[in-house]
């Protein structure tokens, strides 16, 4: 069977041998409740307590502010509903971006159910966040500011930073998810500024259904899940011992490895990007040229669909994604692209590709030697070539 070329991994990745062996004792011979008082349970709470340690470090933060989720969506429902009815007192504004996951969008758009009001800042044709609207729509009853740290689609990263120097001393709640920066990026939550920051461990070689979600102390906010008093009684449930294992390791390896996995996918991207634009006409690289994830090439390519694209791909070993929401059978393009201010027609076409630890040059080169085809054959059979 030929060799899969994976080139999804904004999507997700598999789960590194290290991390998998560091899992494997939890599911089996040390399997106790970390709730439970018995040698058995507290060699679960001692993993439990290591691993905290472990992601607080690399967050230069306390161990204390560290929450386990089940991944990054419940992360950020946790942030934004958490902080918004905890502070209702104090307003009912938030602010957001147009181009944030779906996680965050939508948990937004049902806040506005219970008389929240949102701002949806505009972004820039490379998809960075307008600091000057952000300004103009802070008002007394800003409660919390809610940016992601990178895009999941087209790869911009965000001047958190800056957006938190702005709000320096306003008493606004800054949260941003760090899913996509997750494994590549700096986390360290005091040279971001933020005070709420969420993560899911698949995004970097870790476990699917695995994440966590950093407080700030001092943050008011409430539980949005009831029962327990696990995490210190602001996230019920049995802690997913094995998952937390591999999240912490997996987080590690990311920390320890960063500098070189970010040359190794930063040469793969930057030989997708330079071989694909100039061999393909009326094709453009969508998301910020230069302040982009090092692994993250996305592409939109005039008419054309994504959906052909990626089943194109797949029949040469190639697995892909599209930016456009195509893939789900939708007619609607991505609310990224259509952020950018790219024309509906166009962003149907869109293609994400992104490079992981095992991806070779010789990936690269088979990429670049069949999308040119594929793209063609797919023009000449579409309608929108007819009628250009």
């Not at 895009?151 to 306003?170: C, D, F, H, L, Y």
């Not at 070689?205 to 102390?217: A, E």
């Not at 997996?250 to 100039?278: F, T």
């Not at 393909?280 to 054309?304: K, M, W, Y």
């Amino acid at each position: 069977m030929a060799k899969t070329i994976y080139l999804d991994h904004a999507a997700t990745t598999p789960v590194r041998p290290e991390v998998l062996e560091a899992m494997l004792p939890y599911f089996s011979e040390k399997f106790g409740n970390p709730s439970s008082v018995y040698a058995l349970a507290r060699e679960s709470r001692k993993a439990l307590d290591q691993a905290r340690d472990t992601v607080a470090d690399i967050l230069g933060a306390s161990a204390h502010e560290i929450i386990f989720t089940s991944g990054g969506t419940e992360s950020d429902n946790l942030a934004i509903k958490g902080v918004a009815f905890a502070n209702r007192d104090k307003g009912n504004h938030i602010i957001t971006s147009q181009l944030e996951h779906h996680a965050v969008l939508h948990t937004c758009e049902h806040l506005e159910k219970f008389g929240f009001r949102v701002t949806y800042l505009p972004v820039d044709s490379y998809g960075v966040v307008d600091l000057n609207a952000l300004e103009k729509a802070l008002d007394d009853k800003t409660i919390l500011i809610t940016i992601m740290l990178a895009n999941n689609e087209v790869g911009t990263i965000q001047p958190i930073s800056a957006i938190a120097e702005m709000i320096r001393g306003k008493g606004i709640i800054f949260h941003t998810d760090a899913v996509q920066g997750g494994g590549s990026l700096d986390l360290n939550v005091d040279k971001l500024g933020v005070d709420m920051l969420s993560l899911s461990g698949h995004k970097f070689y870790g476990p699917k259904g695995t994440g966590i979600l950093y407080v700030r102390r001092g943050t008011k906010f409430w539980p949005q899940q009831h029962g327990g008093g696990q995490e210190r009684n602001r996230r019920a449930g049995t802690e997913n011992v094995p998952g937390i294992v591999g999240f912490a390791t997996a987080l590690r390896l990311a920390h320890e490895h960063l500098e070189s996995y970010n040359r190794h996918v930063q040469r793969i991207r930057d030989g997708l990007i330079n071989g694909i634009l100039p061999n393909i006409e009326r094709c453009q690289l969508t998301g910020h040229p230069t302040d982009r994830l090092p692994n993250s090439a996305s592409f939109v390519f005039e008419f054309v669909e994504g959906e052909s694209i990626l089943l194109n791909l797949d029949m040469y070993g190639i697995a892909a994604s599209s930016g456009s929401a195509c893939t789900s059978g939708s007619l609607e393009p991505s609310h990224v692209l259509k952020a950018l201010g790219i024309p509906i027609q166009i962003a149907h076409g869109s293609l994400r590709l992104t490079a992981g630890i095992d991806n070779t040059e010789q990936d690269v080169e088979q990429v670049v030697s069949v999308l040119p085809g594929i793209i063609q054959k797919l023009r000449v059979m579409s309608p929108l070539t007819a009628q250009a």
